[in-house]
């Protein structure tokens, strides 16, 4: 198993919102609502050209994708609730997913084949720019940052 690092993540700018889910049931929902809170955070954008839609769009998939993976382990690994919160600022986006088992470090299995599970982990840290973990009293924290592009926009890259 390869660890993600343990590292606070890159500041907590103002929340856009918090989910909070009991069950894999509700991962479509959070999908849809990730997905609006982008667009909506992306309408006030100065630029609205199909460039700038475009990559919104890209940042909304890899956000809902990550959001789902990260939950998905939360709810499986440490039982319901998970909390997922979304962030942003300037510099682009920055998603949290809470769980309540502090003292369990997130693991990246290897060795394991198509089919087989555990390759949420390695998905959300290849969509997102930089992904890392941390620990409160109460619950672990993994976070995934994606990054505003050069017009301003929440982007992929």
């Not at 609205?48 to 690994?77: C, F, Y």
């Not at 979304?86 to 502090?102: H, I, Q």
Request: glycine share 12%.
């Amino acid at each position: 198993m390869t660890p993600i690092p343990h590292a606070e993540p890159p500041g907590h700018p103002g929340t856009v919102t918090t989910w909070t889910l009991d069950s894999y049931d509700q991962l479509g929902l959070l999908r849809g609502a990730l997905t609006a809170a982008v667009q909506r955070q992306g309408a006030d954008a100065p630029r609205q050209d199909q460039v700038a839609t475009g990559r919104r769009a890209d940042v909304a998939a890899g956000l809902a994708l990550a959001a789902s993976e990260l939950a998905t382990n939360a709810l499986k690994h440490a039982g319901p609730p998970a909390t997922v919160s979304l962030w942003t600022a300037p510099e682009g986006y920055l998603l949290d997913v809470a769980d309540c088992t502090p003292a369990a470090a997130p693991q990246r299995p290897e060795g394991r084949g198509p089919g087989e599970g555990g390759f949420g982990l390695a998905l959300v840290t290849r969509v997102a720019d930089s992904v890392g973990w941390y620990a409160t009293q109460d619950a672990k924290h993994v976070w995934a940052r994606f990054p505003a592009d050069e017009t301003g926009l929440p982007g992929s890259g």
